[in-house]
């Protein structure tokens, strides 16, 4: 079982509206949560990062939050436009000598419509 | 550029065959990464190398899988004999020194065994 889910799995807004993407992970100890946004054909690109005692991070329109005791982060999309249309990858990493291995969520896809 | 390179973008190749893919990490970056992107499915780690230390292989799939990293710059991922279910993303990233550091990814090279 993934110990990182993320909800749903995808979804098409139109263009100016706001959406929420959902991040639920079960890994721990926890280090830091980070969002991914991945274009079509290209690798992923980070949009925030929050440490254990960080509850909010914003990025332009993107804004991350994080519930440590739930275990539960948000993405928000304000006034989206277009070229927000990609996947967006919850990446939950884990404390300690590996801490570089990090567990990915499968991602939302979000279609942006005219 | 100064971005994560790889190559090929797209391989199609005969189930059995062998296969090299490449990556040039972000110019003074110690710590290489390769991931396998299947569809539908969260990034799944493969092998980590960090400087001059023995990389970790925990997260090759079998024994056809394997990679180098020669003067602690360019890697090679290696797929001997390849399988209908080893076509995926392989997405190659780098980070800077490797403990909780941001990670940039290549674009990936997406491989397609027929």
């Known amino acids: 079982k993934n110990q990182v889910e993320q909800s749903p799995q995808s979804l098409i807004i139109l263009e100016g509206k706001n959406c929420t993407l959902q991040c639920n992970y079960t890994v721990s100890p926890f280090s830091n949560l980070r969002w991914y946004k991945q274009d079509t054909g290209r690798g992923p690109v980070s949009l925030t990062i929050m440490t254990f005692s960080e509850n909010t991070k914003s990025n332009g329109r993107y804004t991350a939050t994080l519930d440590a005791d739930t275990k539960q982060s948000s993405l928000h999309i304000t006034a989206s436009q277009l070229s927000d249309s990609a996947s967006y990858i919850c990446?939950?990493?884990?404390?300690?000598?590996?801490?570089?291995?990090?567990?990915f969520g499968a991602g939302t896809t979000v279609t942006v419509r005219a | 550029g100064a971005g994560v390179s790889q190559s090929p973008s797209n391989k199609v190749t005969e189930k059995g065959k062998d296969v090299e893919l490449r990556c040039d990490p972000i110019?003074?970056?110690?710590?290489l990464y390769w991931y396998r992107q299947s569809l539908g499915q969260g990034l799944e780690f493969l092998i980590y190398?960090?400087?001059?230390?023995?990389?970790?292989k925990s997260g090759l799939p079998s024994d056809r899988f394997s990679a180098e990293r020669t003067g602690g710059s360019v890697s090679t991922l290696t797929i001997q004999r390849t399988q209908q279910e080893d076509s995926a993303v392989y997405l190659c990233?780098?980070?800077?020194?490797?403990?909780?550091?941001?990670?940039?990814f290549g674009p990936g090279t997406r491989l397609t065994v027929l």
């Open positions: 990233a780098s980070s800077l020194a490797g403990r909780s550091d941001e990670q940039f």
């Open positions: 190398f960090q400087g001059n230390s023995a990389p970790d």
């Open positions: 110019s003074g970056h110690t710590a």
């Open positions: 990446v939950v990493s884990v404390v300690g000598s590996n801490d570089y291995k990090l567990s």
